[in-house]
Nanobody, 126 residues
Framework: EVQLQASGGGLVQAGGSLRLSCAAS????????IGWFRQAPGKERERVSA????????FYEDSVRGRFTISIDDAKKTMYLQMNRLNSEDTAVYYC???????????????????WGRGTQVTVSS
């Protein structure tokens, strides 16, 4: 069964850190593209970060650049989102996504993905 399982969310105080993980099963990341998106209550889903596995290109939304870092451990079949200096605006359900063909711009600009994880809740208290 193909699955992306996100974890690592929780409640954290403003200024704190969390690391989200997303484990893949039933497929390999290969030379695809990985990404993180989030959706806050009452808002549309927004992109957070994306990475092309083969060439290492990384994109970050302006609101998280310098605070969040996307990475991957291919051997562990797990992707990560390290989130530092969290603030209340970061409160959302976070979703991981993979585009198996590596189409970074389609994932980043249009949210087109081959697989989506179920999401993990991040709540930042002020």
């Amino acid at each position: 069964e193909v699955q992306l399982q996100a974890s690592g969310g929780g409640l954290v105080q403003a200024g704190g850190s969390l690391r989200l993980s997303c484990a893949a099963s039933g497929f390999t990341f290969g030379t695809g593209t990985i990404g993180w998106f989030r959706q806050a209550p009452g808002k549309e889903r927004e992109r957070v970060s994306a990475m092309h596995i083969r060439d290492g290109s990384k994109f970050y939304e302006d609101s998280v650049r310098g605070r969040f870092t996307i990475s991957i451990d291919d051997a562990k079949k797990t992707m990560y989102l390290q989130m530092n200096r969290l603030n209340s605006e970061d409160t959302a359900v976070y979703y991981c996504a993979v585009h198996s063909k590596g189409w970074l711009l389609r994932l980043w600009n249009h949210g087109e993905a081959t697989y989506w994880g179920r999401g993990t809740q991040v709540t930042v208290s002020s």
